[in-house]
């Protein structure tokens, strides 16, 4: 049985027209035009335990209000959502307790003062026995390498310290679903490194159900199997991440070093010249005329080097958000 | 139940943060009972009686609502409900197995309760230093009755407080000026600023079919031993059923309103 079952998933926030300036206004206190926001428009999925899942797509694609959704913050416009069995937006305190939110750009700290009291707190919310608090905190402070920042004022925390404190804020009560928003935003490399470190040594030890939604595509390269892909709020791709490569690169790429000076218009009879520079060219061929452009590039050209390489995903991905041809 | 203590226990430590404001916020407290006492120790030097109270009962009066108001009106020094419901951060608590209601009256009672401490400091210097006279009800029935209305209140102002900040949910815009004039209501028509017998009858009889004088006159002019015992028990009758009310409409504004909350702010 699927962890999380999404079937045909809409929400449509309804927002109201603002005309400009003061007798809009006032206009508009009496009567309100309301529009839809079509955020997420009938999305699919599930997933299952244990799995560690990408949610990507460009900003306003509909990624956060689909987790809003799922951690019951928000009620669907339609469609039928369940995680754990429960129904999201019923708040059940045996749902809340199996579940934690994390959103890169909000914090739940008490800002004036340690954040230990902040995991206090949490224990006693989610009524966490003292010894398995105990257990559990020691072993995320271990992992984050926090132990002599745990009585700073989360005020004078840096943002890479402070959001390993929001970390161990959410997960004191050990929760089974983790939904993770862009936790990487605003960190420097090292900081994005270790973070994703984390995640990925938190999901393989605790066999938690992670979704992480990110535009940082190392973030997901690195630690997603699976990816589910959304555009302004329609799904259109779910599946391993290198199966994008074969379903929409329909192309390869050759990068070329030159011996000598070569005339580039003939270049552009082997395929699209992407990048000239010599003595490093890259050109872009159909998939299955690979090979055969690679025999007459070396044939006809003086060859030093030669490679075939697949696009980069995030190129795949941009240009499929764009609607272009993948090259 | 232990998760709300953890909640005024953290609140304590919270408002101890800001010491300075603090302090400040003391000092303004001990110069508007020492303005007010001044200023009605003015208004008694010409004459005995004013608005129908004698300097002793008009003093005893003012002091009292003082007093009472510390803990009415008072609420916790980042009480920002309005702003949480605005920028999303109300998400942070919808998502785990808490009350928000009662994580705020929980923070309410913590701030309530530094008051108290430093209010019954105050007040009992300022007794020493000026000695005025006050005069109370000898009844202990008055007494009684006066402390519960008081507490009831406390709860009522929480209450109402909440409805006008869950306005919010519907226009985020406006939620400072609703809560602003709100206040301004309350206050006056509370008894904080003038004993509310001094209006015509026609507009006190009015007033007893609105949750405001319950929150401070009624409990003062018990204390002071204006209304009769059975007056008195149903003054406290009344209160009750405000505090019904207005927590049965705080609660359904609130469930109404999450209906319409987008968490917005990503
Ligand atoms: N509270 C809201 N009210 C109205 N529109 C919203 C609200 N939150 C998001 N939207 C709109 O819904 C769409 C999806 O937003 P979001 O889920 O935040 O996307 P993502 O997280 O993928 O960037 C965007 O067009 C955004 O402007
Ligand atoms: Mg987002």
Redesign the interface.
């Known amino acids: 049985m699927p962890v999380i079952d999404i079937k045909n998933l809409k929400k449509y926030?309804?927002v109201h027209q603002k005309e400009p300036g003061l007798s809009g206004s006032i206009k508009s206190l009496f009567s309100r035009k309301y529009y839809d926001v079509k955020a997420v428009d009938g999305v699919s999925f599930d997933i299952g335990e244990g799995e560690l899942v990408g949610f990507i797509g460009p900003n306003g694609a509909g990624k956060?209000t689909t987790l809003?959704v799922l951690?019951?913050?928000?009620?669907p416009t339609s469609g039928h959502v369940s995680v754990l069995g429960y129904t999201p937006w019923d708040?059940k305190?045996a749902f809340?307790?199996q579940?934690?939110?994390v959103?890169g750009?909000?914090n739940?700290l008490?800002w004036?003062?340690p954040a230990i009291?902040s995991f206090?707190?949490?224990k006693?919310?989610?009524?966490v026995p003292d010894a398995q608090y105990k257990k559990t905190l020691d072993e995320l402070v271990e992992l984050l390498d926090v132990a002599d920042i745990l009585k700073v004022q989360v005020r004078k925390l840096s943002l890479g310290q402070r959001m390993k404190m929001e970390l161990i804020a959410a997960l004191i009560h050990s929760p089974k679903i983790l939904f993770l928003d862009e936790p990487t935003i605003g960190l420097d490399v090292v900081m994005q490194k270790k973070m994703r470190d984390f995640i990925k040594e938190y999901n393989q030890r605790f066999n938690s159900t992670i979704i992480l939604t990110s535009h940082y595509m190392d973030d997901v390269k690195e630690l997603c199997q699976r990816v589910i892909i959304i555009d302004k709020g329609k799904l259109i791709f779910d599946g391993a991440l290198d199966e994008i490569v074969k379903k929409y690169a329909n192309h390869k790429l050759l990068t070329v070093v030159f011996d000598k000076k070569v005339d580039q218009d003939k270049l552009s009879e082997i395929g699209q010249v992407k990048e000239f520079n010599f003595p490093k060219a890259v050109i872009s061929v159909k998939r299955t005329a690979a090979s055969m452009a690679a025999a007459e590039l070396l044939q006809h050209f003086p060859v030093a080097d030669l490679n075939i390489e697949e696009p980069q995903i995030e190129d795949i991905i941009r240009e499929v958000f764009t609607g272009a041809d993948v090259a | 139940m232990?998760?709300y203590?953890?909640?005024f226990s953290?609140s304590f430590?919270?408002e101890f943060?800001?010491r300075l404001n603090f302090i400040l916020w003391r000092f303004r407290n001990v110069l508007r009972i020492l303005m007010t006492l001044f200023l009605w120790t003015a208004v008694f030097s010409s004459r005995d009686a004013a608005l129908g109270y004698s300097r002793t009962q008009m003093i005893s009066y003012v002091f009292l609502v003082l007093i009472i108001q510390t803990l009415v009106l008072a609420a916790p020094s980042n009480d920002n409900v309005g702003g949480e419901i605005n920028n999303?951060?109300l998400?942070?608590y919808?998502?785990?197995?808490?009350s928000y209601l009662n994580f705020w009256l929980s923070r309410d009672w913590a701030s309530k309760f530094l008051n108290i401490i430093f209010a019954v400091i105050e007040f009992s210097l300022l007794w020493l230093v000026f000695r005025p006279q006050l005069q109370f009800s000898e009844n202990m029935v008055h007494i009684l009755l006066g402390i519960i209305v008081w507490v009831v209140g406390i709860f009522t102002y929480f209450f109402l407080t909440k409805m006008a900040v869950f306005v919010a949910f519907w226009y985020p815009e406006n939620t400072w000026g609703i809560m602003f004039i709100v206040l301004v209501f309350m206050e006056i028509l509370s008894g904080f600023i003038f004993p509310l017998d001094v209006l015509p009858t026609m507009a006190q009889s009015a007033l007893q079919f609105t949750p405001f004088p319950y929150l401070i006159y009624y409990p003062v002019a018990i204390l002071i031993g204006k209304f009769s015992i059975a007056h008195s028990l149903q003054f406290l009758l009344q209160s009750l059923i405000w505090l019904f009310i207005t927590h049965f409409l705080a609660q359904k504004l609130w469930r109404l309103g999450l209906?319409?909350?987008?968490?917005s702010g990503?």
């Open positions: 926030y309804k956060t809003k951690s019951g913050l928000l009620y708040r305190p809340q307790k579940f934690s939110l959103m750009q909000k739940q008490w004036d003062l009291e206090i707190l949490n006693e919310i989610y009524e | 232990r998760k203590f953890t909640v953290l430590q919270n943060t800001y999303g951060d998400s942070n919808l998502v785990k197995p808490i209906k319409v909350y987008s968490a990503r």
